[in-house]
């Protein structure tokens, strides 16, 4: 079956970029996500890409989709303590009818 | 404030103990769906719904029910709890069509 992948933690020091990593394996995904979890809190949409795009940019996120290797990143620019939180990609499977999650990334950012 | 709301956001109970979990939208959605999230496993989808009347499995259905008898709530039912059943619970709805899902704050479910 479909699934996502996506390595389980990562530490950054405040300042630096991050870069979250993801492979799918759903050729026909439409859209792909990149959601947030704070601590005891639900899931919230960060950004997204079209699969006829490459990269797209907002603020402090850029999103790189590499159609051809099933490969998408997530880059933080300047990443700040409120960043910490878990990300998860996911790929909007076949039929519209749901989400494919990856395990989800832990950001930890340290001082 | 477009949001949905699932209730109650913990809940301890024991096996064999039948629950529901509500969740509302107040988004007119179409579609909305329940998850379930276990560490190292992301979230799983237990059910989805398209429209009114309208509810099929997801990838883990086993345990769990579901109804629609109107367009904004879609609650999730543990006929007989079970300890597997122990998790962290997503509502989530968007319009039919690929778009992005909005969700619920989270139901903490611990089956003793």
């Known amino acids: 079956g479909e699934d996502v992948e996506q390595s389980l933690f990562l530490s950054v020091r405040e300042g630096d970029s991050s870069v979250i990593n993801c492979t799918y394996t759903?050729?026909?995904?439409?859209?792909l996500y990149w959601y947030k979890q704070e601590p005891g809190a639900g899931l919230q949409l960060l950004t997204y890409i079209f699969s006829n795009m490459d990269m797209k940019q907002d603020q402090r996120l850029t999103v790189l989709l590499n159609k051809k290797d099933k490969h998408l990143s997530l880059r933080i620019a300047d990443t700040q303590t409120g960043d910490s939180a878990i990300y998860f990609c996911?790929?909007?499977?076949?039929?519209?009818?749901?989400?494919?999650f990856g395990a989800g990334t832990r950001l930890a950012v340290h001082p | 404030e477009a949001q949905v709301t699932q209730n109650p956001r913990y809940l301890i109970t024991v096996t064999g103990k039948k629950l529901t979990v509500t969740c509302s939208q107040n988004m007119n959605h179409e579609y909305m769906s329940w998850y379930r999230q276990d560490p190292g496993l992301g979230l799983r989808q237990i059910y989805y719904?398209?429209?009114?009347?309208?509810?099929d499995k997801g990838d883990v259905p086993e345990g769990y029910k579901v109804s629609r008898k109107e367009k904004r709530n879609f609650p999730l039912i543990l006929e007989s709890p079970s300890p597997n059943q122990t998790s962290l619970y997503f509502c989530?709805?968007?319009?039919?069509?690929?778009?992005?899902?909005?969700f619920g704050a989270g139901t903490r479910l611990s089956v003793l």
């Open positions: 759903d050729s026909s995904s439409t859209y």
């Open positions: 989530a709805s968007r319009q039919t069509g690929e778009g992005f899902q909005y």
């Open positions: 719904s398209m429209n009114v009347e309208v509810t």
């Open positions: 996911a790929s909007g499977a076949g039929g519209y009818n749901k989400l494919i």
